[in-house]
């Protein structure tokens, strides 16, 4: 019986976790949707226009913070802030590349979090090594693919590398997103990817602009975010329950 009882508690506890979780991501969630309704492929660039843009992430930077306290700082709650920096950044065309360097130091701070101690290390598996040697294959052919694009432009000399290092770097961090057990960390970092690569085929000029194209950046974008915060409270979550688990 007390077993039973034990496990009803903790079930109890998980639920009532889930919902003060999704309370709390109620502002994401809301100035996310605002954005979506406010934005218009003819806004001019303006402050407001970025504050409307990055709010969502700096809301889930306030959440991780708050659920994970400082430990995050140096790893995802750091590097929601920097994106949110970026996301002001690409709203000017011409802070393009301090943008790009905002998020490249997010995705160094979320790899930072990633072989922290509290994600479940799983490289060894069969699966794991398979899912690496996709991406680095991804990531190597994509940018192959879009160097003759980046030659074109005006600024090659200073964009061709810059790029290539923010390649190595959002590679870098899906890879050991890849390395963690963390399904919403996987997840997330696959969907960053995503919207990275939707951006830059329109950015680079590969494709014609396309009609829901920032639609699809940006969903997948806040997606992105929103998985990799959600895991990162997880991991610190199970950390948390293991430790009481070995004094118990």
Same mark, same amino acid.
């Given at each position: 019986?007390?077993?039973?009882?034990?496990?009803?508690?903790?079930?109890?506890?998980?639920?009532?976790?889930?919902?003060?979780?999704?309370?709390?991501?109620?502002?994401?969630?809301?100035?996310?949707?605002?954005?979506?309704?406010?934005?218009?492929? !003819?806004?001019?660039?303006?402050?407001?226009?970025?504050?409307? #843009?990055?709010?969502?992430?700096?809301?889930?930077?306030?959440?991780?913070?708050?659920?994970?306290?400082?430990?995050?700082?140096?790893?995802?709650?750091?590097?929601?802030?920097?994106? !949110?920096? &970026? $996301?002001?950044?690409?709203?000017?065309?011409?802070?393009?590349?301090? &943008? =790009?360097?905002?998020?490249?130091?997010?995705?160094?701070?979320?790899?930072?979090?990633?072989?922290?101690?509290?994600?479940? #290390?799983?490289?060894?598996?069969?699966?794991?090594?398979?899912?690496?040697?996709?991406? +680095? =294959?991804?990531?190597?052919?994509?940018?192959? +693919?879009?160097?003759? +694009?980046?030659? #074109?432009?005006?600024?090659?000399?200073?964009?061709?590398? !810059?790029?290539?290092?923010?390649?190595?770097?959002?590679?870098? =961090? &899906?890879?050991?997103? /890849?390395?963690?057990?963390?399904?919403?960390?996987?997840?997330?970092?696959?969907?960053?990817?995503?919207? $990275?690569?939707?951006?830059?085929? *329109?950015?680079?000029?590969?494709?014609?602009? =396309? *009609?829901?194209?920032?639609?699809?950046?940006?969903?997948?974008?806040?997606? /992105?975010?929103?998985?990799?915060?959600? &895991?990162?409270?997880? !991991?610190?979550? $199970?950390?948390?329950? +293991?430790?009481?688990? #070995?004094?118990?």
């Amino acid at each position: 019986m007390d077993i039973l009882e034990t496990h009803a508690y903790h079930r109890r506890q998980r639920r009532n976790k889930s919902c003060a979780l999704f309370l709390s991501l109620l502002p994401f969630f809301l100035s996310a949707a605002l954005y979506f309704y406010l934005w218009t492929p !003819a806004s001019p660039p303006s402050i407001m226009s970025a504050g409307v #843009k990055s709010a969502p992430v700096l809301l889930l930077a306030a959440v991780v913070l708050s659920w994970n306290g400082g430990q995050s700082v140096l790893g995802v709650v750091g590097g929601l802030v920097f994106s !949110a920096v &970026g $996301d002001c950044c690409l709203v000017w065309p011409e802070l393009f590349l301090h &943008g =790009m360097g905002a998020f490249a130091v997010a995705h160094l701070l979320y790899s930072v979090s990633f072989l922290s101690s509290r994600y479940t #290390k799983n490289s060894s598996s069969c699966w794991s090594r398979f899912l690496y040697l996709i991406l +680095f =294959m991804v990531g190597g052919g994509y940018y192959t +693919f879009l160097f003759p +694009f980046l030659q #074109k432009d005006p600024n090659s000399e200073v964009l061709t590398p !810059a790029v290539g290092v923010y390649f190595v770097l959002i590679t870098l =961090m &899906g890879l050991l997103a /890849a390395r963690t057990s963390n399904v919403a960390t996987l997840l997330g970092s696959l969907s960053f990817m995503v919207s $990275d690569a939707t951006l830059s085929l *329109q950015v680079f000029k590969v494709v014609a602009p =396309m *009609q829901h194209g920032n639609t699809v950046v940006m969903v997948t974008y806040y997606l /992105a975010q929103l998985l990799i915060a959600v &895991g990162d409270m997880q !991991a610190v979550e $199970d950390t948390d329950e +293991f430790s009481k688990w #070995k004094r118990s």
